[in-house]
């Protein structure tokens, strides 16, 4: 069956990193365009980067442009997320999603906190 399984979130300070990752299986991964979400407490889900199938192209939102970087690799059916100089206000639950055209799946999310 189709599977996200996110992981790598965690406790950190201001100004601290992390490195999430997403392992799928169940599908054809390369042939899905990636992307990470987060949802803050009482606030809508958001999208913050995705990536195109093949790595070439990456988009950013503004509040974590600079300072997040997205990538793949296809080989291992994983897709990351590199957030350095964290803030309090990028506390979120992060989830992955693949999307086909109009198919997509979603992982289950993992808990970013940045607090002293």
């Known amino acids: 069956q189709v599977q996200l399984v996110e992981s790598g979130g965690g406790l950190v300070q201001p100004g601290g990193s992390l490195r999430l990752s997403c392992a799928a299986s169940?599908?054809?991964?390369?042939?899905?365009?990636m992307s990470w979400y987060r949802q803050a407490p009482g606030k809508e889900r958001e999208l913050v980067a995705s990536?195109?199938?093949?790595?070439?192209?990456?988009n950013y939102a503004d509040p974590v442009k600079g300072r997040v970087t997205i990538s793949r690799d296809n080989a291992k059916n994983t897709v990351y997320l590199q957030m350095n100089s964290l803030k309090p206000e990028d506390t979120a639950v992060y989830y992955c999603?693949?999307?086909?055209?109009?198919?997509?799946?979603w992982g289950q999310g993992t808990q970013v906190t940045v607090s002293s």
């Open positions: 169940g599908f054809t991964f390369s042939n899905y365009a």
């Open positions: 999603k693949a999307r086909l055209v109009i198919r997509e799946y």
């Open positions: 990536i195109s199938i093949t790595g070439s192209t990456t």
